[in-house]
């Protein structure tokens, strides 16, 4: 079954501290993987993408096959990184349906 | 802004009513999918539209369609509403092609009572 998972339903860093949200998938194909993020009153909106292997606003996430998982890191928080974060895995077949962990919200603590 | 935009925000409707959610994809886009996102839990896919067709579809009922039409703007309908069916509905648009971006609108809030 394709599943997303994400442990911490919340996670609360203080500033200037590595972050690190936990993201585990189940796919038997070759997924392609994503990291969304929703900042307060805004919508979804792409953070990263696997394939890109590009580092956006601090955040990186790398790939690991053998462990099935797609962490997401920062070496040093900002304010500005409090959002609900989602990992979201898509199958790569016709319909490109994309799915989503339960998320986990990021506070950063001043 | 991203272009995708969906109405209404907000809606109240009764249990067993019928409900009908639109969305106007962003420019160029040709492919269109709805998610519903309930409290507490991620976006679950519902179906996607190209092309004015159905390209895909989640674990819904029936009772959940949808259409696309020749500018690619997209309608989701829910029949014979169920509490359950309280959510925030999420559009999405991209131009087909595996592996490009989607955009996801700001979503209706559905609540049934």
């Known amino acids: 079954a394709q599943r997303v998972t994400q442990p911490e339903k919340l996670l609360s860093v203080f500033k200037g501290a590595p972050v690190e949200l936990k993201c585990n998938y189940s796919y038997s194909g070759s997924p392609e993987l994503f990291w969304y993020v929703q900042y307060s009153r805004q919508r979804l909106q792409l953070l990263l993408r696997h394939i890109s292997r590009e580092s956006i606003k601090g955040f990186t996430a790398d790939l690991n096959k053998g462990e099935t998982s797609f962490h997401l890191k920062k070496p040093f928080a900002q304010e500005e990184d409090s959002a609900m974060y989602y990992c979201?895995?898509?199958?790569?077949?016709?319909?490109?349906?994309?799915?989503f962990g339960k998320g986990t919200r990021l506070h950063i603590l001043p | 802004e991203t272009g995708v935009t969906q109405s209404p925000t907000h809606l109240i409707k009764t249990r067993g009513q019928q409900v009908t959610l639109r969305c106007s994809s962003q420019s160029g886009h040709n492919t269109v999918s709805w998610y519903q996102q309930a409290l507490g839990q991620g976006p679950q896919f519902i179906f996607q539209y190209y092309r004015e067709e159905e390209n895909g579809r989640g674990n819904f009922p029936p009772r959940f369609s949808g259409l696309q039409f020749p500018n690619y703007s997209s309608e989701l309908n829910v029949n014979a509403l169920e509490l359950d069916d309280s959510a925030l509905y999420l559009c999405?648009?991209?131009?087909?092609?595996?592996?490009?971006?989607?955009?996801f609108g700001e979503g209706s809030w559905l609540t049934v009572v």
């Open positions: 999405a648009s991209s131009l087909a092609g595996l592996g490009n971006t989607i955009y």
């Open positions: 979201a895995l898509s199958t790569m077949n016709r319909d490109d349906k994309i799915i």
